[in-house]
């Protein structure tokens, strides 16, 4: 697969996601962008506040490993247990901020997909992903639609670096990336 070579290529310049994956992102367009994300083996786990939405339209292929879609709504309620958090970026640091508003996470649906599966999710629809099987390696594609991005849960945190990948990071990465593009 080209993308996965191409991305083989430039593992140094993957970069780590709040969420717990690498990413490597490409302009292909206005407003479009094509990203590889990989979750590695040894990877970290999910923050509490990772139910949250994009800005953008996705359609991803799931190239390795098996995930878990879950899809919410969001119910405004005073005494809700969950807080929502307006997303903002200061170059490669993600910052949530508490947008004030409470309630509940209302599940909607949720979806496996297992190498070779595809789906698409449109811009602000809440979800999060749970991967079952790592490395779990997704090739994704994006369409802005500037929608505003927000996160939900109950602990505030800190402003997230976005840092690139250590030598030894890259260097999973690479191998993982060419197990897969090997088929």
């Keep these: 697969m080209r993308e996965l070579v191409g991305a083989h290529q430039r593992a140094s310049d993957f970069r780590l996601h709040p969420l ?15 990203r590889v994300h990989i979750w590695l083996p040894d990877g970290p786990d999910r923050p509490e ?9 996705i359609e991803s292929l799931v190239v390795a490993g ?23 970026y200061n170059g490669q640091e993600s910052v949530l901020i508490p ?4 309630g ?8 496996e997909s297992a190498s070779g599966a595809s789906y698409r999710l449109e811009a602000g629809v809440i979800h999060r992903v749970a991967v079952i099987t790592r490395p779990c390696i997704t ?4 369409l802005e639609r500037r929608v505003p991005i927000f996160s939900y849960g109950h602990e505030d945190e800190e402003a997230f670096d976005r840092r690139l990948c250590t030598d030894s990071e890259a260097e999973q990465i690479r191998r993982h990336l060419m197990h897969s593009a090997a088929g």
């Excluded at 506040?49 to 339209?57: A, C, M």
């Design 20 to 34: 717990g994956f690498f990413y490597l992102k490409d302009a292909v367009g206005e407003a479009r962008t094509r």
């Design 49 to 57: 506040n990772d139910r949250h939405q994009h800005s953008f339209d």
């Design 66 to 88: 098996r995930m878990r879609s879950e899809l919410f709504r969001f119910e405004e309620a005073a005494d809700g247990f969950e807080a929502e958090y307006a997303v903002t």
């Design 99 to 102: 947008s004030g508003r409470r």
């Design 104 to 111: 509940r996470l209302l599940p909607i649906a949720s979806f």
């Design 139 to 142: 090739v994704v594609r994006t």
